[in-house]
């Protein structure tokens, strides 16, 4: 009878232990799983991040990977230069743990906001680290903002947006320097390829005419001469004494395309194309060139890589 006690007493006693040590620290790493598990599975908890322009919310996809959610809010064939947040707009920046834009004063009217954001959230041009030497300085000393031109230097500003991911969420430090390192390979890549296209038109014919001046690091970076009709914001005005002087160069030259884009109306450009024909030389629309905007998503030129080859590619073909 003793003997049996005792060893009821023993199983009660490992009952109690099981009961007050074993069992809580299953339950915690249960609990610890399953809360981690469903914030992956929902995409929650991932980095949400908003990006003004295509080609700044095409970049933080290629190095956020699947640790970030990526919204952008200018579509395609939408002009930067003009665009005005909308009441959607803010409520994509008042969710966002992180805000890109360009700067460079590209988003000329969204200035306000911007400011107003970065009180409460991380807010980065991604332009920031392009070194001053490297910015193409206008009249008026206003830098030229259209640096996806130049793939060099949009590398650049793919390393900040790597810098700022992993500052804001350092957990997942190893995926973004592996998606940034692979994407910038991809980028060195386009650069050398856009070189190649642009080699094999002529010398001589390498002058690319298009309506706004977006083109001058593209120019610089690539040999080319550009000349564009409009000053460097689709804001500013042009005047008929504009369509003259270009369309003088144009004959005098030879040039044989001159180039429509996507964000611009085409209406000056083929004003000088008229104006050519009237004095016997025959000038083209060499194709669409996407400046300030990607193009239409699922589309090759829906992504920055695909929209920089098109425009070498329409270029390449128009004037060799
Ligand atoms: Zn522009």
New binding site residues.
């Given amino acids: 009878m003793k003997r049996r006690l005792s060893a009821s007493v023993k199983r009660l006693i490992l009952l109690v232990v099981f009961l007050t040590m074993v069992l809580p620290v299953m339950a915690a790493c249960g609990s610890g799983e399953t809360s981690e598990g469903a914030g992956d599975g929902a995409g929650e908890g991932r980095l949400r991040v908003t990006a003004t322009t295509g080609m700044i919310a095409d970049a933080a996809k290629e190095v956020g990977g699947d640790y970030v959610e990526v919204v952008g809010l200018m579509g395609p064939g939408v002009?930067?230069?003009l665009y005005k947040a909308s009441q959607g707009d803010i409520a994509k920046l008042e969710q966002a743990d992180v805000i890109f834009y360009n700067g460079l004063h590209?988003e000329g009217k969204m200035t306000d906001i911007l400011v107003q954001m970065a009180k409460s959230r991380t807010v980065v041009p991604v332009t920031e680290n392009i070194p001053e030497d490297r910015l193409r300085i206008l009249d008026q000393e206003t830098e030229d903002?259209?640096v996806w031109f130049d793939v060099r230097l949009w590398m650049m500003a793919v390393e900040k947006i790597r810098d700022t991911l992993i500052e804001a969420d350092g957990e997942h430090k190893a995926a973004y320097e592996q998606n940034a390192a692979a994407y910038l390979k991809e980028l060195e890549e386009l650069d050398a390829y856009v070189k190649e296209q642009i080699a094999s038109i002529p010398e001589k014919s390498r002058v690319l005419v298009t309506a706004?001046?977006?083109f001058g690091y593209f120019g610089d970076a690539y040999g080319m001469e550009v000349v564009g009709l409009q000053g460097?914001?689709?804001a500013s005005e042009y005047g008929s004494k504009d369509v003259t002087a270009l369309r003088d160069l144009i004959v005098e030259r030879g040039i044989k395309a001159v180039f429509v884009e996507s964000?611009?109306s085409s209406r000056s450009i083929e004003a000088v194309i008229e104006g050519a024909r009237q004095k016997g030389h025959e000038v083209v629309i060499g194709g669409e060139l996407f400046?300030?905007a990607m193009g239409a998503e699922g589309t090759p030129e829906g992504t920055y890589v695909g929209m920089v080859r098109h425009n070498a590619e329409t270029i390449a073909n128009a004037l060799k």
């Fill in positions: 002009d930067p230069h590209l903002p259209h706004h001046d977006a460097i914001s689709t964000s611009v400046s300030d």
